[in-house]
């Protein structure tokens, strides 16, 4: 059954619940937070090894009344359920309008020498991307486009980042992430796993759509994608097998980092999908 309702937010636990606001104390407790019902829910349902993800729950009564789904899959693995008031709630939320659900959970990333030991065909690959909520909705569009993992370099944000796990809507906890790997290691790994690396970067050599025409996006690839102001430096470009830009075909500047992101694992994920690709038009 739920603990007793938190009446003061200078509680001990809700101490402990806000403090992994901060990149250190979350790094330090290998802890983050998870908000709204959606990802409560994933995290719920989700195991770190043997572990359950989800270590507690702060939710409000009436949220646990209108999620009480969620709640009980919760208690089932084990979560603590702490019964919270909106004051507890809003001083552990980093939403504007909270949704009456927090959740603590484990770090869930993933060694890189393990992504490879899956011989992934479809990766995403975050170097010097700095805006949490950016790194988050990458992390959405690969999980959306079928990619097998992300990949965030030793000089990109932090992926527990509260913004980041907000903009992933629960696609944290469904696919793995390495994170922290240097760029130059990244690249060279995958190569020797023989995925394809390709660097996307407005200025490229090379463009999306003679890529399909030519009919060389089928096999497995990994996409690099930069910083959202400067893009990729060019000792990065100069790591990967091509530099590829999103052809515009309007009068737009450029896209922003998301939406080129997308474009990209798109392509890709179609050309790998279609005759000849390196993944049957029946796989899901």
């Known amino acids: 059954m739920p603990s007793p309702e938190l009446i003061s937010p200078r509680s001990a636990r809700v101490a402990a619940a806000r403090r992994l606001e901060k990149r250190n104390f979350r790094g330090k407790d290998r802890l983050f937070l998870a908000e709204g019902p959606q990802a409560v829910r994933e995290a719920a349902g989700h195991r770190v090894g043997d572990l359950p993800t989800l270590v507690e729950l702060f939710v409000t009564v009436e949220a646990a009344e209108r999620h009480a789904d969620i709640v009980g899959t919760a208690r089932d693995a084990g979560a603590r359920i702490h019964l919270a008031s909106d004051e507890v709630i809003a001083e552990i ?51 959306a486009a079928g990619a097998e993992a992300v990949v965030l370099t030793d000089a990109s944000v932090d992926l527990y980042n509260p913004k980041a796990v907000r903009a992933s809507v ?115």
């Open 93 to 143: 939320s980093t939403t504007v309008t909270p949704q009456g659900l927090v959740g603590v959970c484990r770090f869930l990333d993933t060694p890189f020498e393990d992504v490879l030991a899956a011989r992934p065909k479809l990766v995403a690959v975050l170097a010097h991307v700095r805006d949490p909520g950016n790194a988050g909705t990458v992390l959405r569009c690969a999980d």
């Open 170 to 284: 629960g696609s944290h906890f469904h696919l793995p992430v390495a994170v922290g790997v240097p760029v130059e290691r990244a690249v060279a790994g995958l190569k020797a796993a023989g995925v394809r690396v390709l660097a996307a970067d407005g200025a490229g050599t090379d463009d999306l759509d003679d890529e399909l025409d030519k009919g060389t996006m089928g096999g497995p690839t990994a996409w690099v994608f930069g910083n959202e102001a400067w893009g990729l430096p060019e000792e990065t470009r100069a790591l990967a097998d091509a530099v590829v830009r999103v052809p515009i075909h309007g009068k737009a500047e450029s896209l922003n980092l998301a939406t080129a992101a997308a474009v990209c694992l798109y392509a890709t994920a179609r050309a790998q999908r279609a005759s000849g690709g390196c993944r049957s038009v029946t796989e899901s």
